[in-house]
């Protein structure tokens, strides 16, 4: 079989993924959750040994562990015995026929967001037969990424590739008990990302889950670790900014990120979940941990996200800075419209000396939708020389929506330097008849505006990212000022 | 042991009368209130006991000055609670003081709940300056073009512990919010602000700022800062700060080089930056007093 | 190309405007002056199409078309552009980024192709120098910590780029020292020409001194009291508001 074909099969059929040394029938897994269910998925995915100890000492934590609830987030309680924890990968031809069987309304956004035919057929988990061209650009990639050292895989391939390396680093920064989804997520995690760059290796390529074998069915529970060695640099985009929806309503993702000596990891995510009708009745429950160490000295990690999608979003990217001289970044625009709930924010925590920490939060409000920024900076003693600076401003655009902002800040070292600024506005009628006098329609006058509000945070985007997230927003905020 | 605060109302002494004997150190009352008509004649007041506290009405149109001293310096445990709740009424005004210096083992927990009627006003300065455990919280809720105005300092040293609870919370359009605290910890000191601001769905044209500021003068002090802010208006300028450091070192050289030892230097900003608060209180006679024992606290040295 | 035909006009319930008649030509500069709160602001916002003014009587007839049947966005397409006293700014939004959405959108209603960005830096650069504006400051934010005299001639840059029909400069001298109103000046009458019509609304003579008007009109208590030559410019200097006033109490 020619490399290529062998690259087309697996793009397009998952039989190969999942291997067939199973005693276990394929579908027949019931729903619910137990240790015989950890079990069959360890078995399922071919793992190795130490990961059936690993899930289930996971899975016992999460038993004894309560759910979270935060006051400003409502959502009707989960049902955990119900929901099937293993999914049966997709076969070929079980997902639309064609893409005149998918949405309307999710095929108008692929339209108005410029994705080509073929892309979206992937999107939609559309049979492809033959994406020879997208297969030959992964495999290019794939080709470029190896002759620089550089690991960039699915998770499951990680563990039966490289075990050892991804042993050496899974849970270093999300423990399985740090919290209630993490916990379950340690345990029932189906796939993610796993990207290593070695030493003093700079990954020429905006590393992206377009990528990765399987980009069409983003599992629910979705486990990312990437590390960067001594001197390495990565860039990584998550997400797309095309609609996605899922029968599965609850997802709850894991990224670790770990930095070395010298490192830089760059991670940029644009979301647009479904967020439910206009009534909020059907959208996605977004709850991921993210989090990354800044392991070595002079080590950055940067999280950059724009959110506009999914009913209700918990998130809190964070960044432990433990190597002297270490810098943390954050920035984010949240955007809630209609009956969006987001709860979004960032953890930051000085430990090494001399680091330094940068928050930039932008949220929109719209509709009914309320925005909360929810962050916490913590100061230990002994950072010393530790700085830190906040700004979190939101755009109210209706009556009717709202936005919050809890900074928790707690400093125990006094050479640290901590400020934070948080303002609220709206789009006032005196900007909006400017531009319309100067010809500019109101819908065009408020993307403008609202570019320009989010614009120190677009500017941290890589760059095709930076545009796909304009036109997103615009989308998004589509009859929001009347 | 409890101790309640005594509801002492001057009925003839005006509180421009009892502030020297107060400066004196002869009179060591703890709540005085009194408050004026517009055309100067004395509005007599009553403070009301219920089961969940005290009570006191101010009267449209009326001035009216709070003050609330708490000075005991014995060295026995004990906690003092007390409960306040005023209703200002409409176009009314309202000036709180409040000071703290309990003992150095005194628990104490002062709550001081306001509502302002339409376009009254509360500006209120609170100084804690002693005591093992000090919680001091200050709800105001803000009728329509109401104001609302609270400074406040903290001066935490040994293991003391001073936590501020704010809440200012905009019912209707057109009201303003200023607040600002600040905040000096040292030793093994803790200091806490958690100052939240509401702004209800109805209260556009809200103008509301909020900052806390934070000089922490050792390894072992801790601050924690938390304001909080939540919008359900649209039209509204909200805006919040909060910064935790350390001298600002240009203004530290600044003095050196005209020739200040550094010691002396650091004293001087200490104290400058406490200062502001102290010259923020409309009532001079009452600043000296204060000055007295800023100084005494962080023993400036020199003019 | 403008007539104004008794326009009454009020604001938050109280009739600013009492019956004003206006005719304006192609090519002409008419200078409309007056104490403050006769009404000059509110004539101006009320032909650009700011919202909060109710029309409460009369017409306007801009190139026989009804002009305040049109939103704004459709006034500045048809040429009509109306220099702010108070410009705006607009955080995250450089003025060439804006100046070029403006010009895109108004060539989109004329029918003709979007300027690209190269066609576009060129022309700015051209524009620019009518104003002796700094090219560095326009990849500021609008308005960004611009002064007085930046702000207002940003807004004659942006005349300039727009080419309007019909220009109405409100009160564009106000808070100016003598070099940046020369400069705005020297703007404004650089775009004079037989197809483009001003109104420049003033409440001082001096700016008049610089442009030199064709027509001269007094408002006073939402009324034109008075209407003449250049002259008048002049004598209202001299004279002040209140010499006209005393003349409107006899009407």
């Not at chain 1, 990528?211 to 985009?237: C, H, K, M, P, W």
């Not at chain 1, 945070?457 to 989308?475: D, G, H, R």
């Not at chain 2, 509502?115 to 509360?122: E, K, T």
């Not at chain 3, 008049?208 to 200097?237: C, T």
Request: net charge neutral; glycine share 8%; aromatic share 8%.
């Amino acid at each position: 079989m020619t490399q290529s074909n062998a690259a087309i099969r697996d793009l397009t059929s998952q039989d190969y993924k999942w291997g067939f040394v199973s005693a276990i029938e394929m579908d027949a897994i019931p729903a619910g959750l137990n240790e015989d269910i950890v079990r069959a998925i360890w078995q399922k995915k071919q793992e190795p040994d130490f990961m059936l100890e690993w899930r289930l000492k996971a899975y016992r934590h999460w038993v004894t562990m309560k759910e979270p609830h935060w006051a400003n987030v409502q959502y009707a309680p989960i049902d955990y015995q119900s929901l099937s924890y293993y999914a049966a990968p997709k076969k070929r031809g079980e997902g639309p026929k064609s893409l005149d069987e998918v949405d309307p309304e999710v095929r108008r956004t692929f339209d108005k967001l410029g994705i080509s035919l073929e892309e979206q057929k992937l999107l939609s988990g559309v049979a492809v037969d033959a994406i020879i061209d997208s297969a030959s650009v992964a495999t290019t990639f794939q080709k470029q990424l190896k002759e620089l050292g550089i690991i960039f895989c699915p998770m499951s391939e990680a563990l039966r590739e490289h075990p050892e390396l991804v042993k050496k680093y899974l849970g270093m920064v999300v423990p399985p008990g740090d919290n209630f989804f993490a916990a379950l997520n340690s345990a029932v995690f189906s796939d993610g990302s796993f990207c290593y760059v070695p030493k003093g290796v700079r990954c020429p390529i905006e590393l992206s889950t377009y990528f990765r074998i399987n980009a069409a069915n983003t599992g629910q529970f979705e486990r990312t670790l990437i590390v960067a060695d001594e001197g390495a640099y990565v860039s990584y985009l998550e997400g797309c900014t095309a609609p996605m929806r899922d029968t599965n309503q609850l997802h709850a993702a894991v990224v670790e990120l770990i930095a070395m000596d010298n490192a830089q990891i760059k991670y940029s995510t644009i979301q647009n979940w479904y967020p439910g009708d206009k009534e909020g009745k059907g959208g996605i429950f977004n709850f991921v941990t993210k989090r990354g160490l800044c392991k070595g000295v002079n080590s950055k990690i940067s999280w950059t996200q724009v959110e506009t999608g999914s009913a209700i979003t918990w998130k809190y990217p964070s960044c432990i800075l433990k190597g002297d001289n270490s810098i943390g970044e954050f920035y984010s625009v949240a955007l809630a419209n209609h009956r969006q709930q987001a709860d979004t924010g960032t953890k930051m925590i000085h430990v090494g000396k001399n680091t330094r920490s940068t928050i930039i939060s932008k949220g929109i409000s719209a509709g009914y939708g309320q925005n909360s920024y929810r962050g916490m900076v913590r100061i230990f003693q002994g950072a010393a020389g530790a700085r830190n600076y906040s700004q979190c401003d939101s755009l109210l655009m209706s009556d009717t929506c709202g936005a919050h902002t809890f900074p928790h800040i707690e400093v125990n070292e006094p050479s640290a330097q901590m400020e934070h600024e948080a303002t609220t506005s709206k789009i006032n009628e005196d900007q909006l008849f400017y531009c319309r006098q100067r010809g500019i329609s109101t819908e065009d006058a408020v993307n403008m505006i609202v570019n320009g509000f989010c614009r120190q945070v677009f500017k941290e985007l890589p760059m095709e990212f930076a545009v796909e997230a304009q036109k997103l927003l615009s989308i998004s905020l589509e009859g929001s000022v009347g | 042991m409890s101790v309640e605060s005594k509801g002492v109302i001057p009925a003839k002494a005006g509180i421009q009368d009892w502030i020297p004997a107060y400066n004196r150190g002869d009179d060591k009352s703890s709540l005085q209130v009194e408050a004026h008509r517009p055309d100067g004649t004395v509005v007599p007041l009553s403070i009301e006991t219920t089961a969940e506290g005290r009570r006191l009405s101010i009267p449209e149109r009326a001035q009216a000055s709070l003050i609330e001293i708490y000075e005991t310096q014995g060295n026995e445990a004990y906690s003092t609670q007390t409960t306040l709740r005023i209703e200002v009424a409409a176009e009314a005004r309202l000036a709180h003081y409040k000071l703290v210096r309990e003992g150095p083992r005194a628990d104490h927990q002062s709550f001081l709940e306001v509502h302002l009627q339409r376009a009254a006003s509360l500006e209120s300065h609170v100084f804690l300056f002693d005591g093992a455990r000090i919680r001091n919280t200050l709800h105001v809720r803000v009728g329509e073009g109401g104001n609302c105005v609270l400074n406040g300092l903290y001066l935490a040293t040994a293991e003391q512990v001073m936590e501020t609870h704010t809440l200012i919370d905009h019912l209707k359009p057109h009201g303003t919010s200023r607040e600002l605290y600040k905040g000096i910890l040292d030793q093994k000191a803790q200091g806490l602000f958690d100052g939240l601001i509401v702004v209800e769905k109805d209260a556009q044209k809200t103008d509301s700022s909020q900052t806390n500021k934070n000089l922490l003068l050792s390894s072992d002090a801790k601050a924690k800062s938390n304001p909080e802010l939540k919008i359900l208006a649209n039209d509204v300028k909200c805006k919040h700060g909060s910064t935790i450091g350390q001298i600002d070192a240009a203004q530290l050289f600044y003095l050196r080089s005209r020739g200040i030892p550094e010691e002396e230097a650091r004293k001087l900003l200490i104290y400058a930056f406490a200062s502001e608060m102290i010259e923020s209180l409309p009532v001079v006679s009452l600043r000296e007093r204060l000055h007295q024992l800023l100084s005494g606290k962080f023993q400036k040295g020199g003019g | 190309m403008l007539k104004i035909k008794d326009l009454h006009v009020s604001v938050g319930g109280k009739e600013i405007l009492r019956g004003i008649n206006l005719e304006v030509n192609k090519g002409e500069v008419h200078a409309i002056m007056g104490p403050n709160g006769s009404g000059k602001s509110t004539l101006a916002h009320v032909m650009a199409g700011r919202e909060g003014f109710t029309v409460i009587g009369g017409e306007v007839a801009y190139e026989g078309k009804d002009l305040l049947a049109m939103t704004p966005e459709v006034r500045a397409g048809e040429g009509l552009f109306l220099a702010f006293q108070y410009p705006v700014e607009i955080a995250g939004v450089t003025n060439n980024y804006f100046l070029k959405t403006a010009l895109n959108a108004l060539r989109k209603y004329r029918g003709l192709p979007a300027m690209d960005a190269m066609d576009f830096l060129k022309l700015i650069k051209e524009k620019a120098q009518i104003v002796e504006m700094d090219t560095a400051l326009l990849s500021r934010s609008v308005n960004d910590g611009f002064s007085g005299g930046e702000k207002k001639r940003n807004e004659i840059l942006q005349m300039a780029v727009l080419e309007p029909r019909l220009s109405i400069l409100d009160e564009t001298d106000s808070g100016l020292d003598i070099d940046a109103l020369q400069i705005v000046a020297k703007g404004i009458n650089k775009m004079r020409s037989p197809d483009r019509a001003f109104i420049v609304v003033t409440h001082y003579q001096r700016l008049l001194n610089y442009v030199q008007p064709d027509f001269v009109h007094v408002l006073s208590a939402g009324r034109i009291v008075k209407s003449g030559g250049r002259e008048l410019a002049l004598e209202l200097e001299k004279r002040g508001y209140v010499w006209l006033e005393e003349g409107a109490a006899i009407r």
